[in-house]
């Protein structure tokens, strides 16, 4: 069966400092991989998608960028972040025809402080 | 653009009694593919049932249910027999395309459903 692992569960990062969030999918090959934002007491906003590797799409400009170096490896990172920067992180997978809808990570609360 | 709106910020129902939450969307596609997501205090996202615009028969899954409208672009969700575990923030989803090929789900702003003893 297919599982998506995300990591780290909390995080609480310097203004200023880098971040890197990781998740891997493991029991499936070529997903759709996605990061999603999530503000407190609000809905999903997607960050960044990608349909393989090296291949990212961003949907809104931000200090943060994504990266796909292996095909079910994907990264949200940022040289320096901001106070804005904070909220909780979800990373989700599909395959292409989406007939599963989509699977999330069980999440990264940042905190910039 | 799709649009998505949730217009019931919050919800009660009492425990083993039926609650309709509602979703409306915007969209010029005449395929596309509705979900319905649970999110309790743990965060995690759940599936909770899914809905192909070119089916007819609304789906259902165990104690959901959904109404489906879709000249009337609407796509409620119907729990039965309320369960205090059902007590969670429920996003409404749309499928979009994207030119660049993949998915996107975009997702209302949420439902707090509370369930009372």
């Known amino acids: 069966s297919q599982t998506i692992h995300q990591w780290p569960a909390t995080l609480v990062q310097p203004v200023g400092s880098p971040l890197s969030l990781e998740c891997t999918v493991e029991?499936?090959?070529?997903?759709?991989l996605y990061w999603y934002r999530q503000a407190a007491g609000r809905g999903l906003q997607l960050l960044f998608y990608?349909?393989?590797?090296?291949?990212i799409s961003s949907e809104v400009p931000q200090n943060l960028s994504a990266s796909r170096p292996q095909d079910r490896q994907f990264i949200l990172s940022s040289k320096k972040l901001l106070l804005s920067d904070s909220g909780f992180y979800l990373c989700?997978?599909?395959?292409?025809?989406?007939?599963?809808?989509?699977?999330f990570g069980s999440g990264t609360r940042l905190t910039v402080v | 653009a799709q649009t998505v709106t949730q217009s019931q910020p919050e919800m009660s129902v009492q425990e083993a009694e039926t609650v309709t939450l509602s979703c409306t969307y915007d969209?010029?596609?005449?395929?596309?593919?509705l979900f319905w997501y649970k999110q309790p205090p743990s965060r995690q996202m759940i599936l909770v049932i899914r809905?192909?615009?070119?089916?007819?028969q609304n789906a259902t899954e165990n104690r959901f249910s959904v109404n489906f409208q879709k000249a009337a672009k609407s796509f409620s969700l119907k729990i039965s027999d309320s369960q205090l575990g059902d007590a969670a923030m429920y996003f409404c989803a749309y499928r979009l395309i994207l030119t660049g090929g993949g998915n996107k789900l975009t997702f209302g702003t949420g439902t707090q459903l509370k369930v009372e003893l």
């Open positions: 809905q192909e615009a070119y089916k007819q």
């Open positions: 029991g499936t090959s070529n997903p759709n």
């Open positions: 990608s349909v393989g590797i090296g291949q």
């Open positions: 969209t010029s596609e005449s395929d596309y593919y």
């Open positions: 989700a997978w599909s395959s292409t025809s989406l007939l599963r809808g989509y699977t």
